[in-house]
């Protein structure tokens, strides 16, 4: 008798369990959530770095000359694919570095919703130094990277077709809620927006949206013309200052393309630089209630960024 | 056990009577500000809907409408708003008549009518960022009618001191079965004449406007409502004292209409009374409009790598 008064209490118990929700939701009955990672966001391209002791900080250097290692870490923190004319530069006083290779090129995935980290590598440059002439000396390393890069950033805009509240009809958005696009802090790239001001402009009963995208170098590298090849600057591109500082910026809201203007635009370190983003043939009805859509800023740039090392030389004599 | 035993007994005795006590009562369905109530569909469509590129990604959005009031509805359109056409290609609107069985409380269907309307579409993908979270708003434009019935009381010599059979007073009411009645009704008898002050008010959270044009100006082609004519606006049709038509004695009304200020406005009626003899009767007004109600609820469309 107990035995069954057992049973049927374990049966109470679970039936009771089944309806909460803890239960029902590891049963496929709650409400569940895939955490889909949003990737457009950071100001980092490709992230360079020297590895630990390669090169050494200080060298000691033999009549013969002494060989040295030069290992760079690689690693593409933005949203762009590195494609294979990223190209990356060992530039060293050739009268003290003598490099076997002075250049490779370089293929990395960009962070994606799968992989958060973006794809990594090493590059190593060996070579000799040469005998000094003086018994101590100091020399630089440095390692130039040049990269086509592109971004897209993703926002939700409002299309307030009644901006001075005149209608009582409740609006499903307000041009209040664009005012989050008043800062922003980079699309997965070191070349980004860092404000978009949506305007809607009124004509005779429709709207004619547009968009201000500022643009910015957020990083410490210099954006050149996508035009140029990512090869090209690393050669010689450095000196063509025509082509210093050059963006392209097309914008899409939800299936309309929009043109920005100017397009490519120059950006000024030390100014607001902005692109107007518009569309002739698109207007939007002031009869027509107020709407959530979606703005996609597309930048493609080349961009020359460069990490250096001081090393310390010091001649030593070999005894024979 | 035996105590045990009579407790449930009087438990379900008890059930009974209180059970009882309600089922022969007689409803009355013109009470409260229900009008039509317009509600999503929970979980049509989920929270989070995920969509997949190279792939039809349907979405559905579900949408409940009840009639809570007493009045038929026979005409009127539902508007789904606050997403961009070019993302989610669904329908925008749909009308709905008196074939959709949204019926007013009665006695034959204490619920009143009710009926489920689905708005079926796809996303666009390549339109969409990788996220689209749209605030999408359900309007119903809709025309109803308030009837209203309350007793009053008419002295037509309330100078005379003698024993009456009522004494006229003020009467305040909280809804008529409609979003839209009359909130109070001052009476207000002198010698042959007994003046109403009929104060109307929107009970409910949505806009009234003139039924004149129709529901259909909700619709997204109808051109919107042009607010300044019509927000507002009731039509009084009658305003009757027993069964005599007193509507023309009514003043505070253009063309029949009366436009609401800040949700209220009142007119006043006179009533021209005959005798001495103090006695109770109904009056009754009549009202029509067009409301509007609109619901909300977010969604969001995530792309999946």
Redesign the interface.
Known sequence: MLKILKIFFIAFLLLTLSGCSVISGLFGGG?T??D?P???KGTEGLKMSFEKNQPLSSYKVTDAGTPITITVNLENKGTSVLAEDTTIVVNADKSYIALDNDRSNVVLQGI???YSKGESAKLTFTGMIQPLRLSEDTTIVSVNACYRYSI?G???VC?DTDPSN????????SSADNNKLGSLGGQGGPVGANKIEVVLNPRLNTLKPQFMVYVKNFGSGRAFDAFASPATLCSSGLTDSSALNIVYVTA?L???EFKCSPNPIVINPEDENFVICSNDGFSVST??????????VYMVYDYFDSISQEISLKKVKTTN | MKKLILILVLIVLLYGCTNNNNRDTIENFRTGTGGLSVSFIPNHPPAKVYVRNGEVNEVSIGINLKNLGAADITGGALVLSGYDPGILAIPSYRVFTASDDLVGKSAFNPQGGFNSFDFNGAVNLPAMGDRYSPNILATACYDYSTFTELSVCIDPDPYLTKPRACTPSNIASSGQGAPIGVSKVNVEPTKGRTIFQIFFKNFGNGDVFSSAYGSARCLPNGGGIDERQELDIIIVRKVKLGNQDITANCKGMGWGSVRLNNGENFIYCTYDTQGTDSYQTVLSVEMGYSYRITTSRSLEIVKLP
């Open positions: 409400n959530n895939l889909i949003d990737i457009h994606t919703e799968r897209e993703h926002y939700s299309i005149i209608k009582t009809q409740k609006k499903a958005c899409k939800a299936d309309k009869d027509t209630a107020s709407y959530s859509s979606s703005l996609i």
